[in-house]
């Protein structure tokens, strides 16, 4: 049997007086790299702010590591183990790039010992972080920024990471490398649930993938599987990005 990371059952969410999420499930297991795609405003990002406690949902529970955090606080969710990488320009332009990842520690500050130990494993997953360390991150490219982002979500040594379209603003080359890291990360036994707006991108990347619509699950399978799927192919692939 498979080990579930990530349980969202029948979760009703939305933003003021309406309903984004409409009833939706999802399970995530470990080790996995799953990929989100769906229309604008299917309430992909929805999904993810309910995870890590930005918005409490309306009913309906989510499960992590096998313990209930519906509704708890983004401290709470975070200390727990899930990390978001947010959008860009989520750096400090004027601080370091070393100073910026150093924040992704900040619960954990006052144990200088664990804080060091976190940003070596850090420099290694992302050698940049070392590589650039004094580099203020105003300075750096988009794809290099993204890179740092990581970084700092990993400082907490997070078990889920959660990436909200990661691919966005970044050119083929910067891409790859994001892309080489959600694997790396994958493989070291964390579990990654991403949107993506790029189908073929994403179920390339993800093994497993989830196609939402109008806040709800319409279909889950593998990567591959949805890739293939002719269903999506139409509903979205050919409305994917033209670019
Ligand atoms: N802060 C907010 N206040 C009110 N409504 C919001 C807010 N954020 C999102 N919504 C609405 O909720 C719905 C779902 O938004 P969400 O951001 O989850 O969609 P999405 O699938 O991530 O879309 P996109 O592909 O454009 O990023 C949309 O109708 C959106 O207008
Ligand atoms: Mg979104």
Redesign the pocket.
Known sequence: MSEAVLAMVDVQAG??GGL?LQGLDLQIDKGTITCIV?P???????VFRVISGLIKPKSGTVTFLGKDITGQSPSAVLRAGVAQVPQNRALFPEMTVHENVLLGGYAIRRDRALLKQRMAMVEEMVPLVRERAKEHAGNLSGGQRRMVEIGRALMLNPSLVLMDEPSLGLDPKSVAKVALLIREMAASGRTVLM?E?NVRLGMNLATHGVVMEQGKVRLTGDAAGIADNPEVATMYLGKARED
Do not use: E
């Open positions: 933003y003021g984004v769906g604008n405003g299917a309430g992909k990002s929805t949107v707006q």
